[in-house]
């Protein structure tokens, strides 16, 4: 599993543009808004919290095509089920990749793009906190519906439907650990309902996604 896992590490690094496609797309959305609502900080803060996860989620969704697509074209995903890893140890680690080379880069860029939104002083304390949480259940989420979609040649757009309505819960708890913190309240709670989120998806996903990629390649 772990060599599986540095495989695809190693390949993403290698090729480097999942990850700087992402942290593009982020700082497109973190310049854009103030141009649409006003530089103002009174403007700004408010809703940063709201967009720097909806940013992160968006940037996420971009190499969630890619998880299991070029393995199944060259052949080598068949070789890899045929193995001795079962299906649901090769989905975790895949998953476990994602994460490392799109919402790594994501989660160290956040912060910096942060200071453009105006956010509070208090929010940016918790801000690192709740992506570090909060966006493996993003790349589960995303790895079991690549395997859904493995067959659908350009499901990109499939792919993308169905993963948002699964991350609202994510999206959610993510923001609300911002607003608590930008109020003054502490933000424990959504950040435990958001850690409950990744570590539910992070122990189910995998076995689902293991039976998806069976069925899709018998």
């Known amino acids: 599993m772990f060599a599986l896992y540095c495989r695809d590490v190693?390949?993403?690094l290698r090729s480097g543009s999942a990850s700087?496609?992402?942290v593009a797309f982020l700082l497109t959305v973190v310049v854009t808004v103030p141009?649409?609502?006003?530089p103002e900080p009174q403007s700004l803060s408010p809703i940063a919290p709201a967009i720097i996860w909806i940013g992160v989620l968006l940037a996420s969704l971009l190499s969630l095509e890619r998880i299991f697509f070029q393995d199944h074209e060259d052949g080598i995903l068949d070789a890899l089920i045929a193995g001795p890893l079962?299906?649901?140890v090769i989905a975790a680690a895949k998953a476990g990749a994602h994460w490392t080379t799109t919402g790594l880069p994501l989660i160290l860029?956040?912060?910096v793009l942060a200071w453009f939104l105006h956010l509070s002083a208090e929010a940016w304390r918790w801000l690192v906190f709740s992506l570090v949480v909060g966006t493996p259940a993003v790349s589960f989420i995303g790895m079991f519906n690549a395997a859904l979609t493995l067959r659908i040649r350009r499901g990109g757009l499939l792919l993308s439907i169905l993963v948002l309505p699964m991350c609202i819960p994510t999206l959610v708890f993510g923001v609300d650990v911002l607003t608590r913190a930008e109020l003054g309240q502490s933000p424990v709670v959504p950040l435990m309902f958001l850690a409950g989120l990744?570590?539910?998806s992070a122990a189910t996903l995998p076995f689902a996604a293991g039976y998806a990629l069976r069925a899709n390649l018998d």
């Open 20 to 22: 700087a496609l992402s």
């Open 109 to 111: 860029a956040a912060p």
């Open 86 to 88: 079962p299906p649901e």
């Open 35 to 38: 141009l649409g609502v006003g």
């Open 198 to 200: 990744s570590f539910l």
């Open 10 to 12: 190693r390949l993403a």
